[in-house]
């Protein structure tokens, strides 16, 4: 395969992800700002902290205010972490290797872009934002199923899933870390009936509330989630899950010494530890070590197939 057939399947599974980890992300968050009470609500900013696009948006010069920050995370074209530009750079990247995925898989890719790109304004105001978001959620997820369902699941599908659990490891990272600092105030002892809000809405943004309440069986807890979004395997979102898919995919493929050594010791440095048990502070640190050794899985894919 041609490295830069591998690149552009890379980056169309991590595209059409983000599309919909910032899609669902704003959904919860919209029905979060109602849940909490006024005083305390996290504001419409802390999604951009979450996304890492503060410098970004601060170039531009807007302001904290719900509609720019919604036409910033949804509809601007010139910002490359919005819901356009990722899908505009998924279907550019797709209509580079039409001849390796299914037709029907690109015409998908198309459809969204257009949907999302013309209904754009409804996305920027409360009354039709949900509707908006949920046709981006699903038309993500019908491009993941046809991909899944069609594609032969040789290194062309491998690259795929690469990028896409990948993208989805680093999008938990970034949800748990502003979150579960940013949300409710640990010292304000007096607001502790809220932390079972707080964690749902992280959970939610996760889609992973009922797994949760399924496989723990137990209130909504800080200590609990983290150990569930940290460590539980068999949930498709959890970093863990994310970590040993991007394994597999590297064992299907060669050159794979440098991508396996970069896995393994990211995997090690998770199951190591106890996130649940961590203070705030230390929390925080290792979802810096995570994040850099994210970063380090990204460069070593690059080296190893795309350089």
């Known amino acids: 395969m041609l490295s830069r057939v591998a690149n552009s399947l890379y980056w ?7 599309a919909e980890d910032i899609a669902r992300l704003i959904s919860v968050s919209s029905h979060l700002q109602l849940d909490l009470p006024k ?6 900013i802390s999604i951009v902290h979450i996304l890492g696009d503060e410098e970004a948006f601060l170039k531009q010069g807007l302001e904290n205010d719900e509609r720019q920050i919604m036409k910033f995370l949804i509809g601007d074209l010139s910002h490359p972490g919005s819901i356009l530009s990722s899908l505009s750079m998924a279907r550019e990247s797709a209509r580079t290797v039409r001849d390796v995925m299914p037709r029907e898989a690109w015409e998908e890719i198309n459809a969204l872009y257009q949907t999302a790109k013309s209904d754009a304004q409804k996305g920027y105001w409360p ?6 978001l949920q046709q981006i959620v699903r038309g993500a997820q019908t491009i ?11 290194e062309t599908y491998h690259f795929v899933r690469l990028g896409r659990n990948l993208e989805r490891a680093d ?9 579960s600092a940013d949300l409710v105030p640990p010292a304000e002892h007096e607001l502790t009936p809220f932390e079972n809000i707080q964690w749902m809405s992280v959970l939610k943004s996760l889609t992973g509330y009922q797994m949760y309440r399924r496989s723990v069986q137990e209130p909504v807890r800080r200590r609990d989630v983290l150990e569930f979004l940290f460590k539980e395997r068999l949930f498709p979102r959890a970093i863990l899950h994310c970590i040993g898919e991007i394994e597999g995919c590297a064992l299907a493929l060669k050159k794979n010494t440098k991508v396996l050594a970069q896995i393994h010791a990211v995997e090690r440095s998770i199951e190591k530890v106890k996130p649940g ?3 705030q502070a230390e929390l925080h640190h290792l979802i810096d070590q995570l994040q850099l050794g994210l970063a380090g899985i990204d460069e070593a894919i690059r080296e190893s197939y795309f350089a």
Do not use: C, F, Q
């Open 12 to 18: 169309i599974g991590r595209y059409i992800e983000r």
């Open 39 to 44: 005083g305390i609500r996290p504001g419409w």
């Open 127 to 132: 009354k039709n934002r949900h509707v908006y």
């Open 144 to 154: 993941t199923g046809i991909l899944s369902g069609s594609m032969l699941h040789d």
């Open 171 to 179: 999008m938990t990272s970034r949800i748990i870390d502003v979150r």
């Open 277 to 279: 048990a961590l203070e």
